[in-house]
């Protein structure tokens, strides 16, 4: 529970803009990732031995994983573009790149499983991959109170 109060303080503190009327997604990454550092560093509490291993891939992760996160944010933009004027061909070519975007985070996340594993107890990996997730969905989900549903063109 404690955990779940510092991620809400994340988003809600460092991203006072995701609350306004109209969603915005200037980040400031570097808080954000200096934030998120910090509570998974509190949350894993890893030994010395275990943070050497741990934390070169944990960057090397991260770096992976903003690629995917940029993308993320520039398909949520174009949802904020088309909102009231959605086309099937425009719709069809967003789903495509959401699915990619999932496909893409699997694959990641299944290979930084594998890296992680080979050093650390998988109770270590799945605490990690567990918080990253519940990072992910508070993140998302603080933007998508806020995003106006698509409309249908009318016809």
């Given at each position: 529970?404690?955990?779940?109060?510092?991620?809400?303080?994340?988003?809600?503190?460092?991203?006072?803009?995701?609350?306004?009327?109209?969603?915005?997604?200037?980040?400031d990454?570097?808080?954000?990732?200096?934030?998120?550092?910090?509570?998974?560093?509190?949350?894993?509490?890893?030994?010395?031995?275990?943070?050497?291993?741990?934390?070169?891939?944990?960057e090397?992760?991260?770096?992976?994983?903003?690629?995917?996160?940029?993308?993320?944010?520039?398909?949520?933009?174009e949802?904020?573009?088309?909102?009231?004027?959605?086309?099937?061909?425009?719709?069809?070519?967003m789903?495509?790149?959401?699915?990619?975007?999932?496909?893409?985070?699997?694959?990641?996340?299944q290979?930084?499983?594998?890296?992680?594993?080979?050093?650390?107890?998988?109770?270590?990996?799945?605490?990690?991959?567990?918080?990253?997730?519940?990072?992910?969905?508070?993140?998302?989900?603080?933007?998508?109170?806020?995003?106006?549903?698509v409309?249908?063109?009318?016809?």
């Amino acid at each position: 529970m404690k955990t779940l109060v510092k991620m809400l303080a994340i988003f809600f503190f460092l991203f006072p803009p995701l609350l306004q009327a109209q969603v915005s997604l200037d980040i400031d990454m570097n808080k954000f990732s200096t934030a998120k550092k910090a509570l998974v560093k509190e949350t894993l509490q890893l030994t010395e031995k275990e943070s050497t291993v741990f934390w070169p891939l944990y960057e090397e992760y991260q770096e992976a994983k903003l690629i995917i996160f940029n993308r993320h944010v520039a398909l949520i933009r174009e949802h904020m573009q088309v909102r009231g004027n959605l086309s099937d061909k425009k719709a069809e070519a967003m789903i495509n790149e959401y699915l990619r975007l999932q496909a893409d985070d699997l694959k990641l996340k299944q290979a930084h499983v594998k890296k992680f594993s080979k050093n650390l107890p998988y109770r270590r990996v799945y605490r990690f991959f567990d918080l990253e997730d519940r990072i992910e969905i508070g993140f998302f989900a603080a933007i998508a109170e806020e995003l106006p549903i698509v409309e249908e063109i009318s016809k």
